[in-house]
C-alpha cells in the first residue's frame, strides 16, 4: 500500500518560515520525481516545487529564492524548507510522487500565513 504522509504545517506569521515533510512508504522512492503542490480556496492546484531522482530541482517563480526543496533517498522523505512566507503562500500543500507510469498524492498539509 502506498502512502504519502505530510507534515509541518501550520499558522506562520507573514516572514516566517516552516518545513513541511513527507514521508513515502510502500514505492521505491528513489526512482519518482517527489513534488509538492499547493491548492488555495478558489483555486487550481499549481506545482510549487519538485525534485528528481538525480537531485535537480524546478520552482515556480512565485516561490523562487525562498522555497528549498531536497530529498534523502535513504528515509524515503521529501521537504520543503519554505522561507520569507507571504499571505499569499496561503494553502493546502500536497506531497506528489510521479513516475510515467504511476502518480500518487499524499493528504495534504495546510499552510496559514497570517498576523
Known amino acids: 500500500q502506498v502512502q504519502l504522509v505530510e507534515s509541518g504545517g501550520g499558522l506562520v506569521q507573514p516572514g516566517g518560515s516552516l518545513r513541511l515533510s513527507c514521508a513515502a512508504s510502500g514505492i521505491i522512492f528513489s526512482i519518482y520525481v517527489m513534488g509538492w503542490h499547493r491548492q488555495a480556496p478558489g483555486k487550481q492546484r499549481e506545482l510549487v516545487a519538485s525534485?528528481?531522482?538525480?537531485?535537480?530541482?524546478n520552482y515556480a517563480d512565485s516561490v523562487k529564492g525562498r522555497f528549498t526543496i531536497s530529498r534523502d533517498n535513504d528515509k524515503n522523505t521529501v521537504y520543503l524548507q519554505m522561507n520569507s512566507l507571504k499571505p499569499e503562500d496561503t494553502a493546502v500543500y500536497y506531497c506528489n510522487a510521479y513516475s510515467p507510469t504511476k502518480n500518487y498524492w499524499g493528504q495534504g498539509t495546510q499552510v496559514t500565513v497570517s498576523s
Open positions: 525534485v528528481t531522482r538525480g537531485g535537480s530541482t
